[in-house]
């Protein structure tokens, strides 16, 4: 999804309409594997390029479990993406 997005508001605004915000977000609530929590955390933060997702990337309760992410034992990749979709 991050390369689908990267540069293209309009396909950042589909992906989001189309309910890929909440797929992104179950991935890294549930997850242990840290390729799924990278990519996931890096789509998001691709997604939030998109002025009009930042507001529905917070709703979607996101936001304690990338903090868990920052947090937790996790690869600096998976952290520094994480850092970036709060930021």
Do not use: W
Request: hydrophobic share 50%; glycine share 10%.
């Amino acid at each position: 999804l991050a390369a689908l997005a990267y540069g293209n508001t309009d396909n950042q605004a589909a992906i989001a309409e189309q309910g890929g915000m909440m797929a992104l977000v179950g991935i890294i609530s549930t997850s242990g594997d840290a390729t799924l929590l990278k990519e996931a955390a890096n789509a998001l933060a691709v997604l939030a390029l998109h002025a009009g997702n930042r507001p529905a990337i917070a709703e979607t309760g996101v936001i304690g479990p990338l903090s868990s992410l920052i947090d937790g034992e996790h690869e600096p990749e998976v952290k520094e993406r994480a850092i970036t979709v709060l930021i």
